[in-house]
């Protein structure tokens, strides 16, 4: 008896082991099958990497298209190899001014570009770049479409017209010169009977000072002053201007103006095919244009400034200040494109949020900002305007 249950225990302790070691090896096998999921899963996304297609509205030399760069480096290296934008200038799918269109259709997934060139569909788009000067400038706007309620409005200007889009906004542009033209303007008559390039709301705007105004994209500006189609124009910016060459047709520049004083670039998507992305890859498009917003403007101040200097000192151009009468008859002019658009429901609920934004936003810019020219003056000279 004492032996049989000797033996006896000793068959339970093997079956019990035996029964230990089967649920540890079916354990391992699972976890190593996790865990080989685990691997195996990133290996599949990047299988599956999403490349889409985004054309820009500038030339081909246009630093525009090194701003665009920018946004679309972010968005590259952040994505990680899974998500991934392919860049295209000016006119290798679609004319400039066709961007939207084209991403609208398909045809293209994103477009780099801004409202005033679609403005056409409705006036109420040039307000998201292009419109009139209630004192904010371009960084005060970029904040109304993030935290005043633009980015709402442009939304619903989108679903009005049957947009198939998704849109976000960067880089604060700073206020547009008045342009190149054949002499120095020293007064608004100066400007009747000049026929000028301009986009968006400032071509009724400038129409209202006595010029005819031709719309055109940047590529095609000094093809038109050639033919005599245009006698003076604007673009938007030192580097621009003297890429495109227009040292080489005109040698006078008027700086600043109201004309285009607060514009920001329009990054577009096909909205279906950004719905279909996951919600991390969307993520990336919109923040990476914030990101963007920051490397842009640094960009420009560092590029602007040089070709400023470089306009004069190697191409003879020859720099004046827009005398102030031209400043105060662009506010009339506003006033006037303003009382006829407002007649329009959503152009008016549009500009009476930005007049609210910069009642309350400025008011406190203004007695707070220090004199920053006070000081440039104390350190490097008076300024000869």
């Known amino acids: 008896m004492t032996v049989h249950m000797k033996v006896g225990k000793p068959e339970k302790a093997d079956a019990s082991k035996a029964s230990r070691r089967r649920f540890l090896k079916r354990a391992a096998a699972t976890t190593a099958a996790a865990g080989a999921a685990t691997i195996a899963m990133p290996n599949v996304s990047r299988a599956q990497t999403v490349v889409l297609k985004m054309q820009g509205a500038w030339g081909p030399t246009d630093i525009f298209n090194d701003f665009a760069m920018e946004y679309v ?3 590259n290296e952040m994505a990680g190899g899974r998500l991934k934008i392919e860049y295209l200038v000016a006119g290798a799918v679609v004319k400039p001014f066709s961007v939207m269109d084209a991403v609208n259709d398909g045809i293209l997934d994103a477009g780099h570009w801004v409202t005033a060139y679609w403005y056409g569909k409705h006036p109420a788009a040039s307000l998201f770049g ?24 442009y939304n619903e200007l989108h679903d009005m017209l049957g947009l198939d889009l998704v ?14 033209f054949p002499k120095e303007i020293k007064s608004v008559e100066d400007l009747k009977g000049l026929k000028y390039r301009t ?18 994209p940047g590529g095609e500006i000094v093809p038109a002053l050639e033919r005599g189609v245009i006698d003076a124009f604007e673009y938007n910016n030192p580097t621009s201007d003297l890429r495109f060459g227009a040292p080489d047709v005109r040698k006078v520049y008027m700086m600043g103006s109201y004309h285009q004083a607060q514009e920001y670039f329009e990054i577009i998507f096909n909205k279906t095919k950004y719905n279909s992305l996951p919600a991390e890859h969307q993520a990336i498009l919109r923040y990476a244009a914030e990101a963007a ?29 827009t005398p102030k009468d031209v400043f105060e008859a662009q506010l009339k ?11 329009d429901p959503f152009f008016k609920k549009v ?7 910069a009642k309350r936003v400025m008011s406190y810019l203004f007695y707070n900002q220090a004199d920053y020219r006070l000081a440039y003056e104390h350190y490097f ?4 305007f």
């Open 293 to 321: 917003n920051t490397a842009n403007y640094a960009t420009a101040m560092d590029q602007y400034s040089k070709d400023f200097v470089k306009l004069q000192e190697e191409y003879g151009v020859k720099v004046y200040r």
């Open 351 to 357: 500009v009476d949020s930005q007049k609210a934004w």
């Open 333 to 343: 002019a506003w006033d006037d494109v303003l009382e006829e658009l407002n007649q």
């Open 130 to 153: 292009t419109g009139p000067v209630f004192g904010f400038t371009a960084q005060e706007g970029i904040a109304w479409i993030y935290k005043g309620g633009g980015l709402e409005l």
């Open 167 to 180: 849109g976000f906004f960067c880089m604060p542009m700073p206020t547009q010169p008045l342009g190149w």
């Open 381 to 384: 000279g008076k300024l000869p």
């Open 73 to 75: 480096d972010r968005v």
């Open 199 to 216: 986009v968006g709301l400032a071509t009724k705007v400038m129409q209202k000072l006595g010029m005819s105004v031709v719309q055109l």
